[in-house]
């Protein structure tokens, strides 16, 4: 490659990870990077996933981020919203999504910000964010990590439940890989405390620590290993050729 | 039998205080000709429940909500819907705000002439927390698990925007996903649909037709036709969400008499004249993700 690699890649390339070893479910990317992600572990690691074409069809290959013709794609399947509810209550689902607050239990925020009666910021709605982390596993991408998305103490508004609650879950709830613009980590350190496992190139462990609300464990200070030759060629070519990927650290 | 109806006869059958369902998810096939209808009435202190986007923002600006029954509320393309975040903020409505499934379970429940339906979604979080009127159900199976017993949420009247439909009320959603217009219908004392075309039965297409028929006729009580009923919302296959008017709409959150005084207190027909004409609005492609 003779372009240098950018964040936005190595962030695509470990979030692909996220789904590898899940066999036949759907994925389900929201935002951009966890799509291209998604996209990157279907054509690598995991080819046995299906994935949507952002609406009501699963398709045979992911579908590439920005404009396209969409009458090209290979339709396979149906996936309604209300097939993917059914399809999320049987746990045949590994989502990505990016919320707003998360905790050191893994609870995670997308509803309000500040007191719940009287919200000093309304956000979306709990959304399907109480059923998906009940029923299913769970990837986190954040593209700003910082205190004010990692906080300390609780989140304000628990919106997908966390691993304190996990007995509710029958076993269930996970958050297998959160993928942020400093690191990765995951959640299994002791008591399924949050845990470094690498850092991004020019980050230090202090970056993390001081711009994380909550006390994490030290897995491994290691550099992040960064996408091969054949995921910089399916990022750029294939699944986001028009570079929007860009645009999420103004690279 | 006729069910024909203009949008004003709709307002006849609804009443301050009336619970209302609202079709569609987002900013997509939302029945807003009969949305804007109800903001330029009487009408008020609704108890509104819906997948939410700009019929949710649109009411909150005109003062009618008085208890929102929710999972989100969004423009898709515009995350945040700013008419309902400013009315939130403000303190101006209650919120039942659920998990999208057991707002669906809720739906089916009244659907289902049943009191509740059983499910684990809310377990763990503050939908628990915020709904302390929900309850709980042991299995009387030997599991004995516990579940939260979702209770029926039932409507006095369902607006749903859809592709076709005759006079008698035989409808059809030709879009891909009818999301859970079927559920609401169900769900409703009375359902009001406003439809893009007004047909003849034999103009439905028979068999090949009628897989695209999601609710029996019994379920509908009047028919008005609206082309382009859903706008500024998509309706697929026809035309997509008008993403300029969604970004007026949302800018207008500060000065909200401006885009009152171009869009609102019209006829159905000159409001579809303030925005383009249908001929401009069926152009616009359809979205993509």
Not at chain 1, 20 to 32: M, N, P, S, V
């Amino acid at each position: 490659m003779s372009d240098s690699i950018s964040l936005a890649e190595i962030c695509i390339s470990q979030a692909s990870k996220a789904w590898q070893d899940d066999g036949e479910i759907l994925a389900t990317g929201i935002g951009l990077i966890p799509r291209i992600a998604a996209g990157l572990a279907k054509l690598t690691h995991n080819p046995d996933l299906m994935m949507t074409d952002g609406e009501t069809y699963l398709i045979s290959e992911p579908a590439p981020m920005g404009k396209r013709d969409s009458s090209a794609d290979q339709v396979e399947g149906y996936m309604s919203y209300s097939r993917v509810f059914e399809n999320l209550w049987g746990g045949k689902r590994h989502a990505m999504v990016t919320p707003t607050q998360i905790d050191s239990f893994g609870q995670t925020n997308i509803s309000v910000i500040g007191n719940y009666d009287s919200p000093k910021i309304q956000l979306l709605g709990v959304r399907g964010f109480p059923g998906n982390s009940i029923y299913h596993k769970n990837s986190i991408f954040i593209p700003n990590h910082s205190k004010k998305t990692f906080v300390e103490g609780e989140v304000d508004m628990v919106s997908g439940m966390g691993y304190k609650n996990k007995e509710l879950s029958n076993g269930i709830f996970e958050i297998k890989r959160v993928i942020t613009n400093l690191g990765i980590f995951d959640f299994n350190g002791k008591n399924n405390c949050m845990q470094l496992l690498s850092l991004h190139p020019n980050v230090s462990v202090d970056d993390v620590i001081t711009n994380t609300g909550f006390e994490i464990a030290i897995q491994s200070d290691s550099i992040t290993s960064m996408p091969s030759s054949e995921e910089l060629v399916l990022i750029r070519e294939v699944l986001d050729p028009q570079g929007i990927r860009n645009t999420i650290f103004g690279e | 039998m006729n069910k024909v109806l203009t949008h004003k006869d709709v307002l006849d059958h609804l009443q301050s205080n009336a619970t209302i369902g609202i079709g569609g998810w987002g900013a997509r096939r939302k029945p807003m000709s009969l949305v804007r209808e109800i903001c330029q009435s009487d009408i008020k202190d609704l108890t509104v429940v819906s997948y939410g986007g700009p019929d949710i923002g649109l009411l909150c600006a005109h003062k009618k909500v008085k208890k929102l029954i929710f999972g989100f509320v969004s423009l898709d393309v515009i995350p945040l819907e700013a008419h309902f975040r400013q009315a939130r903020q403000n303190k101006e409505i209650e919120v039942m705000e659920l998990d999208e499934g057991m707002l669906q379970w809720g739906l089916r429940s009244a659907a289902m002439n049943l009191p509740f339906l059983p499910t684990r979604v809310g377990f763990g979080t503050d939908v628990l927390t915020h709904n302390p009127e929900l309850k709980f159900v042991t299995s009387p199976y030997k599991d004995k698990e516990s579940f939260i017993a979702m209770p029926a949420i039932k409507l006095d009247v369902a607006l749903l925007h859809v592709n076709k439909s005759d006079e008698k009320g035989n409808t059809q959603i030709i879009g891909p996903d009818p999301f859970f217009d079927d559920l609401f219908a169900r769900a409703a004392e009375k359902t009001f649909v406003s439809s893009e075309e007004l047909l003849s039965t034999e103009e439905l297409g028979g068999k090949d037709g009628a897989i695209f028929n999601r609710f029996e006729r019994s379920l509908v009580t009047g028919v008005v036709h609206s082309p382009c009923g859903a706008h500024p919302t998509s309706c697929s296959p026809s035309y997509g969400f008008d993403i300029k008017h969604l970004k007026e709409y949302s800018d207008s959150v500060k000065y909200f008499n401006d885009y009152a005084d171009k869009y609102m207190n019209k006829t159905h027909q000159d409001y579809i004249e303030s925005v383009g004409g249908t001929e401009e609005i069926t152009k616009i492609p359809l979205p993509q993700f």
